[in-house]
Structures are given as C-alpha cells and as structure tokens.
C-alpha cells in the first residue's frame, strides 16, 4: 500500500440517494452497464443477510487466521507459502480455486451469467526482505507485526467474504474472481494484477482491491509512478596510491544533489524519492560502482515524463563533473546507465461508474464516511485500461504500514467487511433466492 493523500470533492450524499431511488426495485438484482444493486435490495435477500452476519460470527476466526497467515513470511517474489496457506483455506472452505503461472491464487463463484465476472483481489506481498522477524504479538486488542495490516487485513477480508458468499450459498449474477495476488509491493510492479487482467479483461466489469484497513477514503484515482535505478561504474583502486582516479560514489553523489535541486509542481502534485542507495566494498578503496534507486510520482503522465529525463540528464551530468575533476584519466573513465525497474500507469474512475455507486451506497447503508483519493494500489492496472476499480480497506483500525511497528485493532472490522460485501454484490448482483 502507497498511500498519497490527495484532496478531492466530497461526495454528494443527495445525489446518489437520486440514483438509487430512480432505481427499479426487481426480483433479480442484476446489475447492468449503468447500475449496482442497492444495499436495500440486496438486504432484502435472506442469503445475503446470512452472509452480512457471517462476519460477526467468525469474528475470533477472522482474527486468528490473518494473525496465522501474517506470521508466513512473503517477501517480494517469494509468496508462494503465503499463497498455499490461503489457496488452503478457500478449498477448505469448499470453493473452486486454483493457482497461475504468475503465482496468483484464484477462488470463483460462478454467476448465472458467466460471460461478465468481477474481481475482488488483496496483494499477499510484504515489503519485508527474508529473515524479518514477522512473529504477531497480541496485547489488549491490538495484533503487532511486520504487515499484520497491509496486507493481512486485506487478505483474511478476502477469505472471509468469499467464505460468507459460499456458506450463505448467494448465486452472484456475474462470477465472483476472488483473487490473492502477487507483486503488489514495489518491484513487484503489480504483476500479479496485470496477469489477471490480461487473462480476464474481456469478462471483467469491475475490480475491488482490499489493501489494509481503513475505511475511511476509497482509491478511484491511479498515481503514475516510475522506480529508476541510476548505476556508475568504474575502474576502483586503493584510495591512498590511485587518489585522483573518477570515483563513482563522487558522481552518483554529484547526480544526487543536482537531481534533488530539481523543481517539481505542487499542482499536479509530483514527488520525487531517493530511496536505497549502495556502492563501495570498503572505507580505503575507491569503490568501482555505485547505485541509487529513486522513485517519482506525479498526477500528470507528463510531469512524470519530464522528471525522468531530468534524473538521467543529472546522472550524465554527475559523471561528467566528476571525470572533469578527477587528476588521472588514465586507468579509465566512468560508465553510466539509468534503468527503469518499474511503471505503474495512471488512470481515473469515472464519477458515474455503478461501482462508485455501489461502495457510495454500501457506505450508507454501515453509516461510514469515505473520500475518493489518489493512490498508487493494484487498480493503478484496471482502471489504466479502462475497466472499473477501487480500492478499499478491510475495516479495523491500522497503522505503521510498512514498517516494523506496524500494528493493526480488529475491533469493529465488521463494519469494513459488510460494506465490501455489500459493494462487491452490488457490482456482481445477486440471483434471487429459491422460494423454499
Ligand atoms: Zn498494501
């Protein structure tokens, strides 16, 4: 989860209560290109009600589970244990699921019309290398640990409403993809999400990303950003007998202060991040390579454009400064690259997308208050490609995403849960129930 607060427009309660109530009240609350099913209708429904209360029954359950699956560790590209757990846990539950060369893991409920179908997905990655101590402490209501939030909050809310969904035996009227994926975190570069779109595009209608708990904003818009990686290398030698030899670790920090004094927007808002930064073997030799990972972020695809030019330009230029410095050319010069380890497109929900609608209407219905925000999340793919997305958290409360204090409060997490399902079916629709 990358969380950039953005501003935007509150919603408007008045008009969306307009929409719902122009809304056909109909036995079968299918959705259609235009409309979710309205929370009102769909609670109408015995199933869905089981389900809605599935949440506060598993209570204890939800919170061991997310407690075990926090303590396997999944460190980029390394998820597939983390995965089996949960590939475990919807079978065990009695779904049909399965796992893709990328390594995602695929539960689904299959709609009475199975040509459209909805996605609801949580990342199963962490930012957390091997060796991390991921060991959950739980201490008056609150569970600590490396990702306990983001993701496992996310994942286990996933489980539970696939679970609910099944036992309360809902027949959705698009198919349900309910979707554990890789590579959400950093240079994962949301693979996970652009395999399942690619395979799954023509079918889908909307996307749902669980990523931590809070429920108090919903990701509409997709932050552009690119992670660069500048490398400078060199011939090395003793720092004392080849003193005056260019030095890479010299021209990445000549790079670095000039790429830092560059001007950025505040509108569109733009960021730059000089994140990891490595070179050198020892304090007495002049290191023969030196690297700088950066990542840049802007509301404008051009700004985004522009500051990854500058970077390269500061990066030649680093390496031109410090050759014209240094006393003795003669053992070789520097060599420079810029490589791009990721891209995450842009993209924004439309205002009158039903899946707006849906988690607007879901967001009454539990009396909870939400602002539409810019984040950089797996709908960053969808909605790059025109298919509807948000994403939301799970519920509870959370925090210290992505470091090693993080920590996360269950306690009313239910309301989080309900309003997922409640968009979720909204979007998929429900087939009405046999009459008994
Ligand atoms: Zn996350």
């Known amino acids: 989860m990358k969380i950039t607060p953005f501003k935007s427009q509150p919603v408007k309660p008045v008009l969306l ?3 719902l109530l122009v809304m056909p009240v109909r036995s079968v609350t299918a959705p259609n290109a235009r409309r979710a099913a309205s929370p009102a209708q769909l609670s109408e429904n015995s199933q869905v009600r089981a389900a809605l209360d599935w949440f506060s029954r598993n209570f204890t359950w939800i919170n061991d589970e997310q407690a075990r699956l926090t303590e396997i560790p999944a460190p980029p590209f390394q998820e597939a244990q983390r995965a089996a757990a ?3 846990l919807l079978a065990a539950a009695g779904l049909k699921v399965q796992t893709d060369e990328t390594g995602n893991v695929i539960a689904e409920i299959r709609g009475a019309n199975d040509k459209e179908a909805v996605l609801l997905s949580a990342h199963l990655d962490t930012v957390f290398p091997p060796g991390t101590d991921v060991k959950v402490r739980r201490e008056d209501g609150r569970m600590s640990a ?3 939030s983001d993701n496992g909050t996310g ?3 996933l489980v539970a409403l696939a679970r609910a969904i099944h036992e309360a035996r809902i027949e959705p009227q698009r198919t349900i993809l309910f979707v554990a994926d890789v590579g959400e975190e950093g240079e994962g570069n949301l693979r ?3 395999a399942m779109v690619d395979t799954y595009k023509a079918r889908l209608r909307a996307i749902i990303v669980l990523d931590g708990s809070a429920t108090d904003h919903v990701t509409t818009k997709a932050l552009a950003s690119r992670r660069l990686e500048a490398v400078i290398t060199g011939p090395g030698g003793h720092s004392w007998s080849d003193f005056g030899m260019a030095n890479p670790i010299n021209a990445l920090v000549r790079a670095s202060v000039r790429f830092i004094n560059t001007k950025v927007p505040t509108t569109p808002r733009t960021t730059f991040n000089l994140g990891q930064i490595e070179g050198g073997t020892s304090v007495n030799s002049i290191p023969f390579e030196a690297k700088l990972k950066v990542d840049i972020r802007s509301e404008s695809e051009d700004e985004l454009a522009r500051l990854e030019s500058a970077l390269r330009e500061c990066v030649a230029a680093g390496v031109r400064d410090e050759m014209e410095s240094s006393r003795d050319r003669s053992k070789g010069k520097l060599e420079s690259k810029v490589n791009l380890l990721g891209t995450r497109p842009g993209g924004e929900l439309s205002p009158d997308s039903p899946l707006l609608a849906a988690v607007r209407a879901a967001d009454d219905y539990v009396a909870n208050q939400s602002r539409a925000e810019r984040s950089s999340t797996d709908a960053n793919i969808p909605l790059s490609q025109g298919i509807d997305a948000i994403s939301i958290g799970a519920g509870g409360n959370g925090g210290g995403a992505h470091s090693l204090q993080e920590w996360y409060e269950p306690a009313g997490r239910e309301m989080g849960l309900k309003r997922a399902l409640l ?6 629709g429900v087939v009405q129930e046999k009459s008994k």
Do not use: H
């Not at 968009?423 to 998929?428: A, E, I, R, W, Y």
């Open 155 to 157: 994942l286990i809310a």
């Open 192 to 194: 996970g999400m652009r």
């Open 86 to 88: 949960v590939k475990s």
């Open 423 to 428: 968009t979720l079916l909204g979007v998929s």
């Open 146 to 148: 490396p990702g306990i």
């Open 17 to 19: 209560w307009v929409i």
